[in-house]
């Protein structure tokens, strides 16, 4: 049975590998390979911990879903810098032989929970434009916002914002 559950600093080696797998099998021929071969699960580790261990961390929250132990995916989230969406939805990722049995959709839930729980009422998600997973968003019920230019490891990518102004369409059920 899939369980969700919100993640500590124990898990952030965990964490750190299905971040970068997940990066790996999203972002081939999308992201400079070099790029993708020079990311370490070490530092992404170290960055984990940080980020989990102090409540004041931008990056703080996060939930994993987990299967007999193993981390499949996790989702992160907190405050926007954004002045209409209060919440951010940092990363999700899910390994990809994980993927398309609703648990993406499952730790969303969980998200807007946590939200509640911070008293966020609205989200966006950055994804870039490239990336199937703008699928997923709309799937969701995500309205597209905006996009804008970044760089990852050198090359311009267009990413894209989607909005959800009223997050009550995930309220269990
Ligand atoms: C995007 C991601 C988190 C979605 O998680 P998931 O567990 O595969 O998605 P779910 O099974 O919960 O899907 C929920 C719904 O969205 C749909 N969906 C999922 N991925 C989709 C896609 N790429 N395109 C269109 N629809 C999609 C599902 O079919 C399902 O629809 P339904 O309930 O109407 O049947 C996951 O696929 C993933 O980790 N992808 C790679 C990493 C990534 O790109 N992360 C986002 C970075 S911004």
């Known amino acids: 049975m899939i369980t969700i559950r919100p993640a500590n600093e124990i898990d952030a080696a965990a964490i750190a590998t299905v971040h970068i797998v997940a990066w790996k099998e999203t972002y081939q021929g999308i992201v400079p390979e070099d790029f993708l071969q020079n990311l370490s699960i070490e530092r992404r580790?170290?960055?984990?911990?940080?980020?989990?261990?102090?409540?004041?961390?931008?990056?703080?929250?996060a939930f994993v879903a987990e299967l007999?132990?193993?981390?499949?995916?996790?989702?992160?989230?907190?405050?926007?810098?954004?002045t209409e969406y209060r919440g951010e939805l940092f990363a999700i990722y899910m390994l990809k032989s994980a993927q398309k049995r609703g648990i993406g959709r499952m730790l969303v839930s969980e998200v807007v929970t946590g939200f509640a729980g911070l008293g966020v009422d609205s989200m966006l998600v950055w994804v870039l434009k490239e990336n199937p997973a703008r699928g997923f968003y709309e799937n969701l019920g995500g309205v597209f916002l905006r996009e804008?230019?970044?760089?990852?490891?050198?090359?311009?990518?267009?990413?894209?914002a989607y909005g959800w102004r009223d997050l009550s369409r995930f309220q269990s059920g």
């Not at 090359?155 to 894209?160: R, T």
């Open 148 to 160: 804008t230019t970044i760089e990852i490891g050198g090359k311009a990518l267009l990413e894209v």
């Open 45 to 61: 580790t170290a960055q984990w911990v940080n980020s989990l261990s102090d409540p004041q961390n931008q990056y703080h929250h």
């Open 68 to 82: 007999n132990g193993q981390v499949l995916g996790f989702a992160n989230y907190g405050f926007s810098t954004d």
